[in-house]
């Protein structure tokens, strides 16, 4: 009997090995994984690669390196997602069957999508869904479930550009070409769902979309096998508690989402929940938690903005090799090809330096912020004393004042360094007319000596010495003294001491990060909550 059993089992291996998966039994395995794309993608790649080896049939193939290639999209590895769909093995488009021909600019559309370049995307997908062959098969059921995710595709182009009431309709039409009779025509629909009630906010429509996502979020929980699914519903959750200014209820709902796939190289969600907790937890004032998510967030992004790059110069190298396959390029000459080409190159090349340069400043500012609130804690818990801005007050240098030498010698230098604290506490430096020489009159000090000083502990020159301090200053009352939040800029910069509305406006950004107006907002809204 054991002899026998293992008879049959090496004929069923030889047979599958021969002739690939039958139709019936394909079907079954590539909806598995398709199903465990959304529980973890390494599984998913794994699995997949099982049935690639013992695949022959090349159509079977496409299908599963597509998967292969979503999995690795969705883990934020955008160069092997674009790697695996370029290693398709030569063929001739006409060769294969329609389907296919349609699928593979499909797989094309995905990956511009995932690579952000959306208007490309929007423009594969369009021509497509103008193809009244594609619906003229649509009883076919692996046409079908495409077109629902071209709809689906579309609708997500249409979200990114803000026209919601177009995304809602193509997921309607979406929603017609799917059924129950797999997983992955549920999967499809419960991300319809989900996308469903984002659009739905972004109208204002925030009790219409929290009901749809409660509801998506019971059937997801019933299945219990759909890890991304359930933690993108949770992270779109929390966005309307956001709204209503419920942050507690919004980072419980972030918090279950990550618990979901904290494990899991979901690294494209992971970003979103991690911005989304930062932001919460800035809106409590939990400085603590928010440095975390927010160092989470900002590692996670650098690294994903990098393989984004890699990604575009993979496609675009792919779109180059397969330019005469695609429905991208069919009815255009070779110029037009190298023009399309070069001014995507072009504007992707100027979007990219654009977009660091921003994040370059953005960093800087934020930087200089949260040193600025350091500094700040530092500063409330010194004594300041209030001295009157009369002439009277200024000392006039005596014989005292030592003569020039070429080296300040230690002792004098932690005189002067003594002298400038206890000049530091009061608040003299407010006076406009504040100057090297007045001060170094003040303290009966040589102003080439507290010059020298200065430069070298404070880290800069009088003058910007003397402005941090204003600046520092008038930062302390707006925080401590609410009546200073009604004055007028102009106001509040003659006050400091500074000559101009524009100078006290530059030196307030260059000290703290940001303008006095949204440090103004910013104390008003923290007041009020």
Not at 200 to 219: A, F, G, P, V
Request: aromatic share 10%; glycine share 2%; with cysteine.
């Amino acid at each position: 009997m054991l002899k026998s059993n293992i008879k049959i089992l090496i004929i069923l291996l030889y047979s599958v090995f021969i002739n690939g998966q039958s139709g019936p039994d394909f079907n079954i395995l590539v909806d598995k994984a398709f199903q465990k794309l959304y529980q973890n993608p390494d599984d998913c790649i794994n699995y997949s690669q099982s049935l690639l080896i013992s695949d022959q049939n090349i159509e079977h193939k496409i299908v599963l390196q597509n998967i292969i290639s979503q999995a690795f999209a969705m883990k934020g590895d955008y160069v092997q997602s674009v790697n695996i769909s370029n290693q398709k093995e030569n063929r001739e488009k006409e060769s294969l069957s329609y389907f296919m021909q349609m699928f593979a600019d499909y797989n094309l559309a995905d990956q511009y999508q995932n690579l952000d370049l959306y208007n490309q995307s929007q423009r594969i997908i369009s021509n497509l869904l103008s193809d009244s062959k594609l619906f003229n098969k649509s009883e076919n059921p692996k046409v079908r479930i495409t077109i629902a995710k071209l709809y689906q595709l579309q609708a997500i182009n249409f979200g990114i550009n803000r026209n919601y009431v177009s995304a809602l309709e193509k997921l309607d039409k979406s929603d017609e070409f799917i059924n129950d009779k797999n997983e992955e025509n549920k999967i499809i629909g419960l991300e319809n769902k989900i996308f469903r009630s984002s659009y739905l906010m972004r109208q204002n429509k925030l009790e219409d979309s929290k009901k749809l996502l409660e509801n998506t979020i019971y059937i997801i929980e019933k299945q219990n096998n759909n890890t991304f699914l359930y933690a993108l519903a949770c992270e779109n959750m929390s966005r309307y508690f956001f709204l209503k200014e419920d942050y507690i209820s919004s980072i419980k709902n972030l918090e279950k989402g990550l618990s979901k796939i904290e494990n899991i190289p979901y690294n494209g969600l992971k970003i979103k929940i991690y911005e989304s907790l930062a932001k919460n937890y800035l809106a409590l004032n939990n400085d603590e938690k928010y440095h975390y998510y927010n160092k989470l967030y900002t590692d996670l992004r650098t690294k994903l903005d990098s393989n984004t790059k890699e990604g575009i110069r993979y496609i675009v190298k792919l779109v180059e090799n397969n330019q005469n396959q695609n429905l991208e390029f069919q009815e255009q000459n070779e110029s037009k090809k190298f023009w399309i080409i070069a001014t995507v190159l072009l504007l992707l090349v100027i979007g990219l330096i654009i977009y660091f340069l921003i994040e370059i400043r953005r960093n800087k500012d934020l930087k200089k912020q949260l040193d600025f609130f350091e500094k700040q804690k530092k500063w409330e818990q010194i004594p300041h004393l209030t001295v009157p801005k009369t002439e009277e007050m200024i000392i006039i240098a005596d014989k005292s004042i030592e003569k020039d030498s070429n080296k300040i010698s230690k002792e004098k230098e932690e005189e002067i360094l003594q002298k400038l604290e206890e000049w530091e506490h009061t608040d003299r430096y407010l006076n406009k007319n504040m100057s090297l020489s007045m001060l170094s009159a003040q303290m009966g000090v040589n102003t080439k000596y507290l010059s020298e000083v200065i430069n070298n502990t404070k880290g800069k020159n009088f003058n910007g010495y003397i402005n941090e301090l204003r600046i520092n200053h008038i930062a302390h009352l707006l925080k401590t003294d609410s009546t200073y939040l009604n004055y007028k800029v102009s106001y509040l910069a003659e006050f400091s001491g500074f000559s101009s509305h524009s100078a006290f406006t530059t030196v307030f950004k260059s000290v703290t990060g940001m303008s006095p107006n949204v440090y103004i907002q910013e104390i008003s809204k923290n007041r009020v909550s």
